[in-house]
């Protein structure tokens, strides 16, 4: 891939392959700015599955940020209590959407404070080796219009 290509791939936030394989996974997002308080925001991902078999996510990585860390969690509801919870993995079956959402599947990032206005790079890892990376946009609280009711991190 040409780098004017990458260029403009990054600035249209679309997820490309980094492996040899052709990319399944089309992905799009964005992430939270890190309120006061501990470095712990979250980051919301919708992946489609285009390929013909399923995809299994197993992990999430932050390219180039040391020190710092996305993990997968669901948020269940316990007696009206939110709690969250780590995945391990997350199964896309052939020709299916996930969505990540406030106060239901998302990513925690952990250890850097995310800057309205910012790009947070974020690297998706398959069961099959294959990899995608994207960057998403980071907004502001109050920008974050699918949040009206507030879910609480830590
Ligand atoms: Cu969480």
């Keep these: 891939m040409n780098k004017t290509l990458v260029f403009t791939l990054i600035l249209l936030g679309v997820a490309w392959s980094t492996s040899a394989q052709p990319a399944t996974i089309a992905a799009q997002g964005y992430a939270r700015e890190t309120p006061p308080g501990p470095p712990m925001s979250a ?5 489609h599955n285009t390929g013909r078999s399923e995809q299994v996510l197993t992990g999430i990585e932050l390219p ?6 996305a993990d ?6 316990e007696g009206g209590v939110n709690r969250m919870r780590p995945l391990q993995k997350v199964v896309i ?3 299916a959407h996930l969505e990540m959402v406030p106060g239901g599947l998302h990513l925690m ?9 910012d790009q947070l790079p974020l690297r998706l890892l398959f069961s099959d080796g294959s990899s995608v990376d994207i960057l998403l946009p980071i907004v502001g609280l109050s920008d974050d219009s699918e949040n009206h009711h507030h879910h609480q991190h830590g």
């Design 43 to 47: 980051a919301f991902v919708s992946l």
């Design 93 to 95: 079956a052939a020709g």
């Design 64 to 69: 180039g940020l040391e020190g710092a860390s």
């Design 72 to 77: 997968l969690h669901s948020t269940i509801s």
């Design 109 to 117: 990032i952990n250890g850097l404070r995310l800057q309205a206005g």
